[in-house]
């Protein structure tokens, strides 16, 4: 109470639910710690929040990445240099993530210092509800500072050596596993020992099946793949992309279908799903009633008309209800609707101006390629007699008539910030929009389509701060339209990117495409005739790809290029990168 009567100059007068809401986001924040000392005893403390004083052993426990130090959200209502312009103001409401986040390493610090004898890391593998974890990058900045190593698999405990030490079933047959591993290199009464043990589970059924398994994760049987995979399979774009990153990935999610806990939340907005469906659903609204996007521009091209700001608020209303609609009295949902409105007013002005200084014509919204529909799948026959359809969804498709031809540029909606390559494309990493433009020329091969481009458009809720929504200086407006600048692969043809783009050539820095003058001799562009080898190279790999699905091919291969074992749910059953 007393920070929000600070920050309001005891001016305003409020209701009692908004009090209810304030008081429960600041006593939330909130933490209160007492631990009254003894002489023996063990201190079991967040250290996030709390200092060590001197001690002989320190446990370091739950060391993964998110936790320790604990991951600190950026404010709803302030953003870190809104914080601090307060608190030069001497109006201090709360810490920044930084401070925060610094607090955290500082009591790690003070920790390490204060320790006397031993310090024991713990670092598990995965949650107690199986999800996977990552180790701390505290660990490795540990390894690097300290000049030591953590070996061997987390989960690892003791090993009992002498077979005398044994007392249950479980903890002799794991010592059997451990010394058939290393047979060739043991004494030769220890290999008595080993081959003795190995005759006592061989007698038992719930052992001896074990000890015949044979570890095989090269490709599944035929008998499997032909119940799998028909002679005509359906597959996406994304699905083939994950299979290059890690075949045994693929197959958990897409074959086993082994999906992650889900944890039950009530009313959560994805907001890069929702900025989306906005996005798509405004330009829809447009298209329908036949309204140019330069249309809705105010004539000094500074923001859009009102009558449309309108619609747009009423769509993001009408999306936020569906989703949030029993937070509707809370501050955060004010404050959110807020935030999300400014913001896509932001993309929705980014987007009309892209169009008001370029000749490219919006074609279509949420082109489907599927059976039954105007675009049908992309066919490959994988091999003989087996075809792969390639199913997928473009979000958006900008046609140029010039010359009596058809150039064609497929652009599509990330809610992070995301490149594009060549080399990844050819390693079939990055395999989305290529296949999309290819399908999209085999679609209409009447209309005598040229490639001009395939590009990423960044939807974030990140573009700018909460401040920042209320002022329009030169500084924020470059800023965003660096964030908001579409990037990608374009066509070698300075006539044709004038035409993407009016402002390229006379003010770049104006410019809504992200191709710099030395850029558009290097890898991010090509010839017309380069553009049409790589949608037949394109085609290749998919042929490859669906060709090693088909044929049962899972292997535990992750593609070290992308490091997605950093991020992978099946980590802990693959255990290819569980060494730390």
Same mark, same amino acid.
């Given at each position: 109470l007393e920070y929000y009567l600070e920050v309001s100059n005891n001016k305003e007068k409020i209701t009692i639910d908004e009090f209810n809401n304030i008081f429960e986001l600041v006593v939330k924040d909130i933490k209160i710690k007492t631990l009254p000392p003894t002489k023996d005893q063990i201190e079991l403390v967040d250290i996030n929040v709390s200092k060590i004083e001197a001690k002989k052993y320190v446990f370091f426990i739950g060391v993964v990445e998110g936790k320790f130090p604990k991951k600190v959200d950026e404010d709803i209502f302030f953003t870190d240099d809104e914080l601090e312009k307060l608190k030069a103001k001497e109006i201090d409401i709360r810490e920044t993530t930084i401070s925060k986040l610094n607090m955290g390493f500082y009591n790690i610090y003070e920790a390490l210092n204060n320790i006397s004898e031993k310090l024991y890391i713990n670092i598990p593998s995965a949650t107690l509800d199986g999800k996977s974890t990552r180790k701390s990058s505290f660990i490795t900045l540990l390894e690097q500072i300290a000049n030591f190593k953590i070996k061997g698999e987390v989960t690892k405990?003791?090993?009992?050596?002498?077979?005398?030490? !044994?007392?249950?079933?479980? =903890?002799?047959? %794991?010592?059997?596993?451990?010394?058939?591993?290393?047979?060739?290199?043991?004494?030769?009464?220890?290999?008595?020992?080993?081959?003795?043990?190995?005759?006592?589970?061989?007698?038992?059924?719930?052992?001896?099946? !074990?000890?015949?398994?044979?570890?095989?994760?090269?490709?599944?049987?035929?008998?499997?793949?032909?119940?799998?995979?028909?002679?005509?399979?359906?597959?996406?774009?994304?699905? /083939?992309?994950?299979?290059?990153?890690?075949?045994? *990935?693929?197959? %958990?999610?897409?074959?086993?279908?082994?999906?992650?806990?889900?944890?039950?939340?009530?009313?959560?907005?994805?907001?890069? *799903?929702?900025?989306?469906?906005?996005?798509?659903?405004? *330009?829809?609204?447009?298209?329908?009633?036949? !309204?140019?996007?330069?249309?809705? /521009?105010?004539?000094?091209?500074?923001?859009?008309?009102?009558?449309?700001?309108?619609?747009?608020?009423?769509?993001?209303?009408?999306?936020?209800?569906?989703?949030?609609?029993?937070?509707?009295?809370?501050?955060?949902?004010?404050?959110?609707?807020?935030?999300?409105?400014?913001?896509?007013?932001?993309?929705?002005?980014?987007?009309? /101006?892209?169009?008001?200084?370029? =000749?490219? =014509?919006?074609?279509?919204?949420?082109?489907?390629?599927?059976?039954?529909?105007?675009?049908?799948?992309?066919?490959?026959?994988?091999?003989?007699?087996?075809?792969?359809? /390639?199913?997928?969804?473009?979000?958006?498709?900008?046609?140029?008539?010039?010359?009596?031809?058809?150039?064609?540029?497929?652009?599509?909606?990330?809610?992070s910030s995301k490149d594009l390559s060549i080399e990844n494309i050819k390693e079939g990493l990055s395999l989305q929009l290529i296949t999309y433009l290819t399908a999209f020329m085999e679609n209409r091969k009447e209309m005598n389509i040229k490639p001009a481009g395939m590009l990423y458009f960044n939807l974030s809720d990140k573009l700018v701060s909460l401040a920042q929504y209320e002022q329009d200086n030169e500084n924020i407006k470059k800023a965003l339209m660096k964030k908001l600048k579409m990037n990608g692969i374009f066509v070698k043809n300075l006539e044709i990117i004038n035409k993407m783009d009016r402002n390229y050539e006379k003010d770049n820095s104006n410019s809504l495409i992200n191709l710099s003058k030395r850029s558009f001799e290097g890898k991010r562009t090509l010839e017309e005739s380069e553009f049409e080898k790589l949608c037949d190279t394109t085609k290749e790999i998919l042929k490859q790809i669906g060709r090693d699905i088909s044929s049962g091919i899972v292997k535990i291969a992750p593609n070290k290029k992308e490091k997605y074992c950093q991020f992978c749910n099946y980590s802990t059953t693959c255990r290819k990168n569980i060494e730390v």
């Open positions: 405990t003791e090993e009992v050596d002498n077979i005398y030490d !044994i007392y249950s079933k479980d =903890e002799l047959f %794991m010592w059997l596993i451990r010394n058939i591993r290393n047979f060739d290199n043991l004494a030769d009464a220890k290999k008595e020992e080993v081959i003795s043990v190995y005759e006592y589970f061989k007698k038992d059924n719930n052992y001896s099946k !074990i000890l015949e398994f044979k570890k095989d994760d090269s490709k599944l049987s035929n008998e499997v793949t032909d119940i799998v995979y028909s002679n005509e399979f359906k597959t996406s774009v994304s699905k /083939l992309e994950l299979y290059k990153k890690c075949p045994f *990935s693929y197959f %958990m999610q897409y074959i086993l279908k082994v999906n992650p806990n889900k944890e039950a939340k009530v009313n959560v907005l994805e907001l890069g *799903s929702f900025m989306h469906d906005v996005l798509e659903n405004f *330009s829809k609204l447009l298209m329908t009633k036949e !309204i140019k996007w330069q249309a809705i /521009l105010t004539e000094d091209l500074e923001g859009i008309k009102t009558e449309y700001e309108e619609i747009l608020e009423e769509i993001i209303s009408d999306s936020i209800e569906n989703n949030l609609s029993k937070q509707k009295q809370s501050v955060r949902y004010m404050v959110l609707k807020r935030k999300l409105v400014n913001t896509m007013k932001k993309v929705i002005h980014t987007v009309a /101006l892209s169009y008001n200084q370029n =000749e490219f =014509e919006p074609f279509r919204y949420e082109i489907e390629f599927k059976d039954g529909s105007a675009f049908l799948p992309m066919e490959i026959e994988v091999e003989k007699g087996k075809i792969m359809k /390639l199913i997928g969804k473009i979000d958006r498709v900008d046609m140029l008539e010039h010359n009596g031809e058809n150039y064609v540029r497929v652009v599509d909606y990330k809610s």
